[in-house]
């Protein structure tokens, strides 16, 4: 039976996030630099994309750049800053070609003009596009986003349109730069790490943690299937007893 027939499309995860680590090892392991690894990682992301939408999920948000990573080389920085502006624009086709909309969270105002600009361009191009939305995490971090939150959030309690006792954890949510979007059910994380590291630490506090020793360059949608059919052979309880559920 192939990885796909394995799958029971009416339990698959709503929104799945993944956090694509390992490019620097991959190219290490080859004797390259590291901006290599980043290359190659554009093809497993264009897999993984095209594996969603072969699975038919609805939601997929990818870690490619943390707040943290401003403290890399400036050399790095700026080879993913290129590489983010010249990937969006070559693979919008693919988006389009996929019915994928494009959607980004994290400090965007941060990024280089040029970056900001080409992400906002091929946003509006696949804005109607609805088998599956792909969330660019840039210049993300879960306690920037979480502050940003807490902030608007304050304003509001301050000029009179939210009274204190109103805020519940839904008000939180619509605060969050994921507003409107299911939270992750599915957690991936590619090179053997076993750590968060500052994503979407509010949304993913039920979701299921996939690790896969896998780097990120070699990811591929069978290893998306993989994670998948993990994933629903976990029993979720959510607080409850195995005996509640059944
Ligand atoms: C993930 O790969 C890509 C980004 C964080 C931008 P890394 O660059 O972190 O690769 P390793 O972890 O050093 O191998
Ligand atoms: C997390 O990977 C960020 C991205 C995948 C964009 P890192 O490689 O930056 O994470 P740490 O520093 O090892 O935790
Ligand atoms: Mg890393």
Redesign the pocket.
Known sequence: MSLLEQIDKDRLPLHVAV???GNGRWAKEKGKLRVFGHQNGVVAVRDTVEGAVELGIKYLTL????T??WNRPKLEVMALMELLVSTISKETKTLMDNGVKLNAIGNLNSLPEKCHKQLKEAMEKTSANTNCTLTL?LSYSSRWEITEASRKIAEKVRDGELRSEDITEEVVSAHLSTAGMPDPELMIRTSG?H?I?N?LLWQIAYAELYFTPKLWPDFRRQDLFEAVIDYQKRERRFGMTSEQLN
Do not use: P
């Open positions: 956090i694509m680590d870690y490619a750049f943390s943290e990573n995490a790490e750590r590291s994503y």
